[in-house]
T-cell receptor, first 114, second 112 residues
C-alpha cells in the first residue's frame, strides 16, 4: 500500500529566505510523485511532478523537488520565498500497485513573513 | 478557456435535505473525481469515473451519489444519509489514471 507523510503541518519563513517543505512516501513500486499548491478557498494547482525521469524536478514559480529513492523522500524547495507563496502545499503519490490511485498528504501550510 | 467549473461556490443546506454539486469540464478528459477536504485531513476520494456511464466508490462514498451520463459532467449529490456533510468539495479531471489532475475552484457546503 502506498502512503505519504508531510512532516510539517506549518512552516513559517521570512520573505527572501529559502523554503523547505518535507515529504516522505511509501510505495511498493517506482511511484509517480506530485506537489500541488492551494490558495485559500481555491482548487489545487500542480507545481511539479516526478515520473521516473530526472530525479531533480523543476516546477512553476521557482519551485523544485528532488526524488531520493534511498531516503524515500520528495522534498519541495525554493531558494527565495515570496509573499505570494503563502498557501497550503500537498505532496501526492501514485503507483500501479494501488490502481494508479492518488494518495494525498495532509498538507503543509506555508506562511511568509515580510 | 479550458478548465473545470464547479457550482455553486457556496451552498447552505438544512439537515435532511439532499443537495447536488455541479462539475463540468471542457478538457476532454475521460477521468473525473470528487474529493472532500476537511481541515488537517488532506483530500479524501469520494467517487471517481474513468469513462461515461461508469463510476467507482472511493474511500468515503457513504452518503454520496454520482452520475456520469456525459463525458463533460460529473455531478455529486450529498444525501441526507451523509452524517457530517459540512466540508469543502473539490472536483478534478485527468487525462490518464494516476497522472496530473486539474481541479475546479471548489464548492463549500455548510449544513445549518
Amino acid at each position: 500500500a502506498q502512503s505519504v507523510t508531510q512532516l510539517d503541518s506549518h512552516v513559517s519563513v521570512s520573505e527572501g529566505t529559502p523554503v523547505l517543505l518535507r515529504c516522505n512516501y511509501s510505495s511498493s513500486y517506482s511511484p509517480s510523485l506530485f506537489w500541488y499548491v492551494q490558495h485559500p478557498n481555491k482548487g489545487l494547482q500542480l507545481l511539479l511532478k516526478y515520473t521516473s525521469a530526472a530525479t531533480l524536478v523543476k516546477g512553476i514559480n521557482g519551485f523544485e523537488a528532488e526524488f531520493k529513492k534511498s531516503e524515500t523522500s520528495f522534498h519541495l524547495t525554493k531558494p527565495s520565498a515570496h509573499m505570494s507563496d503563502a498557501a497550503e502545499y500537498f505532496c501526492v503519490v501514485s503507483d500501479p500497485s494501488s490502481g494508479d490511485k492518488l494518495t494525498f498528504g495532509t498538507g503543509t501550510r506555508l506562511a511568509v513573513r515580510p | 478557456d479550458g478548465g473545470i467549473t464547479q457550482s455553486p461556490k457556496y451552498l447552505f443546506r438544512k439537515e435532511g435535505q439532499n443537495v447536488t454539486l455541479s462539475c463540468e469540464q471542457n478538457l476532454n478528459h475521460d477521468a473525473m473525481y470528487w474529493y472532500r477536504q476537511d481541515p488537517g485531513q488532506g483530500l479524501r476520494l469520494i467517487y471517481y469515473s474513468q469513462i461515461v456511464n461508469d463510476f467507482q466508490k472511493g474511500d468515503i462514498a457513504e452518503g454520496y451519489s454520482v452520475s456520469r451520463e456525459k463525458k463533460e459532467s460529473f455531478p455529486l449529490t450529498v444525501t441526507s444519509a451523509q452524517k457530517n456533510p459540512t466540508a469543502f468539495y473539490l472536483c478534478a479531471s485527468g487525462l490518464v489514471a494516476g497522472g496530473e489532475l486539474f481541479f475546479g475552484e471548489g464548492s463549500r457546503l455548510t449544513v445549518l
